[in-house]
Structure formats: structure tokens, C-alpha cells
């Protein structure tokens, strides 16, 4: 992957046209032409394998790798402005604790 496309700044235009024309994908400029930036980047451009299947992106520190029932429900409710001591006995209630 190029340094640009990690960095989050997208590369320019001739250079996306310029790897999407050629060895492996030989899309026609026609082609190349319907993408949108991110399919561009994230269908074409991203990390493989030797094998060419897409390796997963690693979770980055403000992505969790997974979160629990318990975490979803908390953050719902923080973003719906009910207070912390509510959220509380809102979750004890739900689980019958």
C-alpha cells in the first residue's frame, strides 16, 4: 500500500488510473472512471496476501477490537444524555440483577 493512502491523504488521480490499468486488475480508464474514491482505496488498493485476498485492517486504539452488550447499551444511552447512575440501574433492571 502506498504511503499516501495510509496516511489518510488520497493519491492522486493519474497514479490510481496508473495501477488500475495495469497487472493485476487491467481495468479500462472508462472503468477506473465509475470508482468511487473509496472503492478506489479500500476494494482496490488495500493490503493482500500473497495469495491476493484483502488481509482485515488492524483495529487502530480508538476501534476496539470487539465490544460487549454491556458496552453498546452504555454508550446508547450516554449519547441519548441520561445520566451514569441511570444507565446503571437502567442495566441492572435489564438483566434482572
Known amino acids: 500500500m502506498s504511503p499516501e493512502i495510509r496516511s489518510g491523504a488520497p493519491p492522486p488521480f493519474r497514479d490510481v488510473c496508473a495501477v488500475l490499468c495495469n497487472e493485476p486488475f487491467l481495468l479500462t480508464p472508462e472503468q477506473v472512471g465509475q470508482l468511487t474514491p473509496w472503492q478506489a482505496a479500500n476494494l482496490y488498493l488495500c493490503p493482500r496476501d500473497d ?3 484483502v488481509l482485515p485492517a488492524p483495529p487502530t486504539p480508538s476501534q476496539p477490537a470487539q465490544r460487549t ?3 453498546w447499551f452504555r454508550r446508547h444511552w450516554r449519547a441519548n444524555g441520561l445520566r451514569p447512575d441511570l444507565i446503571d440501574r437502567l442495566w441492572e433492571r435489564r438483566n434482572g440483577s
Do not use: I, L, Q, S
Request: zero cysteines; charged letters at 65%; a neutral charge.
Open 51 to 53: 495469495k491476493g485476498r
Open 69 to 71: 452488550p454491556e458496552d
